[in-house]
């Protein structure tokens, strides 16, 4: 965190993400992080005075690097037992 960043507590860094979060999901993803294809990904933070402390920014790399892209677009979330499934269900005229 560069001292020009605003810093934001954990409560306000809750409200930046989409659809707001609880506080102890920013805390574990200061702490222990979010898994991704390329390994741990961890909130960028600092403690002040005893309490975490992020940037909006931060929130905004951290986001960035959680998104996984495969040629720029988002994996499609169907595995192969959802295709089976649905293709079992037309089969049987559901």
Known sequence: MT??????TVAQAARFYPGGTHTGTIIRHITRGVRTPQG?????????????TTTLEAIER???AC???SGGEARPSRTSSHAKAE????????
């Not at 293709?87 to 559901?94: F, H, N, P």
């Open 3 to 8: 001292e020009s960043q605003q810093p934001l």
């Open 87 to 94: 293709a079992y269900l037309d089969a049987i005229g559901l």
């Open 62 to 64: 951290f986001r960035a």
């Open 67 to 69: 998104t996984v892209r």
């Open 40 to 52: 741990v990904v961890k909130l960028e933070a600092s403690r002040m005075g005893g309490r975490w």
